[in-house]
């Protein structure tokens, strides 16, 4: 037996110790049970298990055989990965097989638009739900990808380079193996054709149609004779099939009518009689009952380009707008509110004298689509996500050090040589690249200053403000966007009550985005449209993996930090003897759960602020004008509102997740993997300690020699509070500490 007095075996002289039940200790959460005994050279209390290495029930063992740990996880993901294709691939054979594909577009439902936005809505709702299954699945396997193995981080620490464990990083990517690097570029990339397109695979489609305006008599709706050559029937629409219908219309009286039609897309009114006092008027045949004929042909792509776009201008009476009006032009639009409306009895378009009106009512024509250039290309990626992801779960071999528990398990069955004698070092030391650890230097004593940090601290100044500042910056842009929105809606009132009546995700022709260059005409103009509205998307989840990693930060130093005073086992990814295995990487459910689901609301609150919109024109007989049809975008005001609001609870999420205090004992090590080796040098007959529940803390001096300087680690072994202003170095030999000395000779002192 060595100096130390202590082994891991439970072998004590039978007179010092009595019969205690094993049932009469306390137990782990895995089932283990805790032994308090006393060492045969010394008094000092060591903390053992029933379940050492050595005498592992042979059950125990066959389950550690089993997938555990992140492996778990990445089998997971990939199995959701693969579930998500298969649901791709069913529902586009479906919409295929029972509904067939019309210029690359399936129309799914055809109805009432108000069963078409409830339709979509679950639709999207659904489609983000899977997409950020497959984001947190993605995340997942990539930070399992980037982290490095023992033998990387050797490497890396024999040039004195650190690397991160557990957390999400692109420094080591610089250090793991080139097979790595490409899958986890594969995974990356893989994400962004998924945000750029999935939401827009289904889409709405709002239906307008053209209509005709009858100046007429009242008598004309009861068979009263026109002058049917002045007035004949022309393609798509009948005057005769008119006149049979009119007495079934809807009676609107002037302010009503014209709030009605003075509208881009007609989508619950088509063809309108306006009854006037005197058809004659305007020098057409005696005895006719019909005055004159206006048709409304609404051309969609001049809607969209609004460059010249006058929609409704015969609603305007004559007089109103300049017969000269093209350097600064008058809209008819413009002054509706202000110069129509309120002279709406004296209202006489075209020079008609209007007395009410007779509008016919339609079925809206909504549609719910289903676009096939987006599910391929959605398809595409999905099989190289899932294959990737397939790749991490079952081809990688080695043993990455994916939790910190992995590092310290790691380092106390193999210590690091680099790291030796620098017990009290933290990360802000190792990034500062001071002489503390350099290859001529075996053994730092530096003093002891417990700081008491909040959970800010835990991660650097610079991942805090690049990921603050590109959320407001995100938030700001949104505020931005919804301020101008609001103000280019082609509606009279714009309070809440009317915002919110243009409900999340609706088609709704006075949100329609106009005046763009994109292409507008024919199903090629989709695409564009797609990724227009998809932009914020990747955008988000950019974001979305910015938080994780800061959450990621500040909940591995809290896990780090209550090693100080608690004894516990190692969470790690492959358990032995006591080990505590985890399915999650280094946030905790209670954590991960909420993050998750802000993540997927706010991906579902974008789709519904800024989304694929498609408008079909239908002639006054109701056929469909295929050629007049367009793709552009519509965005929902009070679902920008939303996502404000929701963005706005997230940072105060992770700012108040920051306020928290940590643990003021543990030096701060952070995600640092030279600082995280440097607390792991227990002494020599403490060789099982990564197997057994350990603690944070100096080593008894009857443990050290005499005079030499304290040390800080990880031990199986019974620890004690380190004191504030001591010097703490490590285990030197007698030359190492000359050498210290004579290097720091200002900081190597007395106690």
């Keep these: 037996m060595s100096h130390y007095g202590y082994s891991n075996s439970l072998q004590y002289p039978e007179s010092t110790h009595s019969s205690i039940p094993l049932s009469d200790y306390p137990s782990y959460d895995n089932g283990s049970t805790a032994i308090h005994a006393r060492g045969p050279s010394s008094d000092q209390d060591v903390l053992l298990t029933s379940s050492s290495r050595s005498d592992m029930p042979q ?96 490497r890396a620490h024999a040039k004195r380079k650190w690397l991160d464990i557990g957390v999400p990083s692109l420094r080591n990517l610089r250090n793991i193996s080139w097979k790595k690097v490409i899958l986890w570029w594969c995974l990356g990339l893989s994400s962004i054709p998924l945000h750029l397109m999935y939401n827009s695979a289904f889409f709405s489609t709002l239906a307008t149609y053209d209509y005709n305006v009858v100046f007429a008599s009242e008598n004309f709706t009861t068979g009263a004779s026109y002058d049917k050559k002045m007035f004949p029937d022309v393609s798509h629409f009948s005057m005769a099939d008119l006149q049979a219908r009119s007495k079934t219309f809807d009676r609107l009286e002037n302010t009503e009518c014209i709030r009605t039609y003075a509208t881009d897309f007609i989508n619950s009114h088509r063809n309108l009689v306006i009854i006037v006092d005197d058809p004659t008027a305007k020098g057409v045949a005696k005895g006719s009952s019909i005055g004159g004929v206006y048709l409304y042909d609404y051309i969609g792509e001049d809607a969209v380009s609004g460059s010249t776009y006058d929609p409704y201008s015969w ?109 009290m070092v933290t990360k802000d030391d190792i990034k500062s690249q001071s002489l503390l650890w350099k290859p001529d230097i075996f053994a730092v004593p530096l003093e002891y200053r417990p700081k008491r940090r909040r959970w800010f601290w835990s991660a650097s100044k610079a991942r805090w403000l690049i990921t603050l500042l590109l959320f407001s910056f995100a938030l700001i842009a949104i505020i931005a966007l919804e301020v101008y929105g609001t103000s280019e809606l082609k509606s009279a009132k714009k309070d809440i009550k009317s915002l919110w009546s243009l409900g999340l995700g609706a088609v709704h022709p006075q949100s329609l985005i106009s005046g763009w260059a994109l292409p507008s005409g024919g199903t090629s103009a989709i695409i564009p449209s797609v990724l227009v509205a998809n932009v914020p998307q990747p955008i988000l989840s950019f974001l979305y993996l910015l938080f994780n990693g800061l959450c990621t930060s500040m909940l591995l130093a809290h896990e780090w930090s209550g090693f100080f005073d ?186």
């Design 566 to 751: 608690e004894r516990k086992t190692l969470r790690v990814s492959n358990p032995r003897g006591t080990q505590r295995s985890t399915y999650f990487l280094q946030l905790p459910y209670r954590y991960a759960g909420p993050l998750l689901i802000f993540s997927g609301v706010l991906h579902w609150l974008v789709s519904q602020s800024i989304f694929l919109a498609n408008v079909s024109t239908y002639f006054p007989d109701g056929s469909l004008h295929e050629s007049n049809a367009i793709s552009t975008c519509g965005y929902s005001p009070i679902a920008m509102m939303f996502v404000l609001i929701v963005g706005g609870l997230l940072i105060v999420f992770v700012v108040s997740l920051g306020a928290r205090r940590m643990n003021p004992g543990m030096q701060l090590a952070g995600s640092c993997s030279a600082a995280i080796s440097a607390a792991c040098h227990q002494p020599p007959d403490d060789d099982g300690a990564a197997d057994l529940p350990v603690m944070w803390g100096k080593l008894p001096k009857d443990m050290m020699k005499e005079g030499q300087i304290g040390h800080c680690c990880f031990s199986s072994f019974s620890v004690e509070k380190p004191v504030p202003g001591e010097l703490y170095a490590g285990l030197p030999t007698d030359d190492d500490e000359v050498q210290t000395k004579s290097i720091f000779p200002e900081r190597f002192k007395q106690n």
């Design 59 to 154: 059950d125990l063992t066959k389950r550690r055989r089993r997938p555990s740990g992140w492996r778990v996880g990445a089998m997971t993901a990939a199995s959701t990965a693969v579930l998500a294709l298969l649901i791709n691939i069913i529902v586009a054979s479906w919409a295929a097989s029972k509904f067939g594909f019309h210029g690359g577009i399936a129309t799914v439902f055809t109805g009432d638009c108000r069963k078409v936005e409830t339709m979509n809505t679950w639709i999207h709702l659904a489609i983000n739900a899977l997409s950020t299954a497959l984001l947190s699945g993605s995340n997942y396997c990539m930070q399992c990808v980037c982290a490095p193995t023992r033998a990387e981080v050797d």
């Design 315 to 423: 609603i305007c009476p004559p007089g109103l707008i300049p017969s000269n009006n093209y350097d600064d032009r008058i809209y008819c639009n413009n002054i509706i509110e202000s110069q129509v409306i309120p002279k709406a009895d004296q209202w006489n378009p075209n020079g008609w004298k209007s007395k009410y009106c007779l509008s016919e009512p339609v079925t809206g024509k909504c549609s719910l689509s289903f676009s096939l250039v987006v599910i391929v290309i959605v398809i595409i990626f999905n099989i190289g996500k899932a294959l990737s992801m397939l790749w991490v779960a079952f081809r990688i071999t080695d043993h990455p050090l994916i939790t910190v528990g992995d590092a310290i398990s790691s380092f106390l069955n193999k210590k690091d040589a680099t790291t030796r004698g620098i017990c």
